[in-house]
């Protein structure tokens, strides 16, 4: 039986900052991360980005295309009045991009959804189509910092963006902020969205205690992706035989779905590496692992991996690749490596120092949970698409 085809989701967002070093915010960088499970997405980028810039989410994102950068031009026209202040303050100007707007509007048709990221993304919304539109009015800063400057309690913006609610179908916002606006008129056919929560969409959480755990490196990640397979090898190749040397006893256990023929008699051949073939990254807890390795080097989503790995309570050992291309900067709560040699005697020090061992998992764990409202508003946006969509196929 065929399989079904990929949905496309157009997904528009705004650079977070016009000096383009994070180009996305974090919450756009998760949704996008969560939604790319289910959904082929196209990317457009609203506000002043570089070639360079784009090229960096084509690479961090995986997006099926990525658009925007464009040049000024006479077509372009000011946004409307409830948006001026935002974006001045936002881009340096109130003028919406004409070749943009046109680019969306264009293609639009060819989507199956859209998610428009945030109020200086709305303006690029299409217009006249029967595609469905998904609206995150804070998806750019789902933190309260953002939310109290950036619309309900403004004086200038809150009527705007009630009136934005009122004519998307799917509204997703914090359920306090939800009902605000449907004490103000929005509908709870829009609103209704908001007040779902997904089943099994946070990592595991747990409290580990280092005298439970035995001399074990877990690998947690889905093994039909080529990018976690290639990771998973380069450990093996570059890591793995200096660990056994250095390390007395040690295993590596790798947990994951739909690895290859070839990837299960690879790894069967090897000496103390164990395959789990399972979804359930609780395995990594089952099996006693002292230390997660993440390398990182080949993945889509960096952010969210690191933070579904220290989220656990095993301490994770990354590598500097990973963090320069993750968009949110940790002082603490990941162990990065920067050359293989590091790498190693960071896991060895993982497996004998107990003390370095409950301060980097107790960092971990802290850093993590305090982005775990980012990825519930990410995996509802997820599944509430994925429902309207085979709603729409039904009726």
């Known amino acids: 039986m065929a399989s079904s085809p990929t949905l496309k989701l157009l997904y528009i967002s ?60 006479s077509a372009d026209t000011d946004c409307e009045k409830g948006l ?15 070749r943009l707007q046109t680019t969306i509007q ?11 990221d945030g109020l200086l993304s709305w303006p690029y919304r299409p217009i006249g189509t029967d595609v469905p539109i998904a609206f995150i009015p ?10 109290n400057t950036t619309g309900i309690g403004s004086d200038l913006r809150e009527p705007y963006l009630v009136d934005v609610c009122r004519e ?54 889905y093994l039909g992706d080529a990018g976690n397979v290639a990771s998973v090898n380069w ?19 790798i947990v994951g779905s739909a690895p290859s023929r070839e990837f299960i008699e690879q790894v069967s051949a090897m000496s103390r590496v164990v395959l789990h073939w399972s979804t359930d990254d609780h395995q990594l807890l089952d099996q006693r692992c002292r230390v997660v390795i993440e390398p990182l080097l080949f993945e889509d989503h960096v952010d969210a991996k690191l933070v579904n790995a220290m989220a656990r309570g095993i301490p994770t050992v990354t590598t500097r690749h990973a963090m320069r291309r993750s968009h949110f900067r940790m002082r ?11 790498m190693v005697v960071a896991i060895n020090r993982m497996m004998s120092d107990s003390v370095f061992w409950k301060r980097a998992a107790r960092e971990g764990m802290a850093a993590a949970r305090e982005q775990l409202p980012r990825f519930e508003l990410a995996h509802c946006i997820r599944r509430e698409l994925n429902r309207y969509h085979r709603h729409s196929l039904s009726g």
């Not at 756009?28 to 609203?46: C, H, P, T």
């Not at 001026?84 to 004409?98: I, V």
């Not at 804070?138 to 939310?147: A, K, N, P, R």
């Open 138 to 147: 804070y998806g750019q800063g789902v933190m309260d910092s953002e939310e």
């Open 106 to 116: 264009r293609n639009v048709e060819a989507f199956d959804a859209v998610v428009i």
């Open 168 to 221: 998307v179908e799917m509204v997703f916002i914090r359920p306090s902020l939800a009902a605000r606006l449907s004490e103000r008129g929005v509908s709870m056919r829009q609103l209704q969205y908001s007040f779902s929560h997904p089943t099994g969409a946070k990592p595991t959480l747990a409290e580990v205690d280092f005298n439970r755990t035995e001399p074990r490196i877990g690998f947690n990640g």
């Open 235 to 253: 450990f093996l190749k570059e890591i793995w035989p200096v660990a056994q040397r250095v390390i007395p006893g040690v295993e590596f256990h």
């Open 332 to 342: 603490s709560g990941v162990v990065v490596a920067d050359s293989r040699e590091e």
């Open 84 to 98: 001026k202040r935002l974006m001045k303050e936002r881009f340096g100007t109130t003028k919406l991009c004409a």
């Open 14 to 73: 705004a650079v977070q900052s016009r000096s383009g070093e994070g180009i996305l915010s974090l919450q756009s960088r998760i949704n996008i991360g969560v939604l790319s499970r289910d959904f082929e997405i196209s990317l457009a980028v609203v506000g002043p980005v570089s070639a360079e810039g784009l090229h960096r989410l084509r690479v961090d994102l995986g997006p099926l295309r990525v658009t925007g950068g464009f040049e000024a031009s």
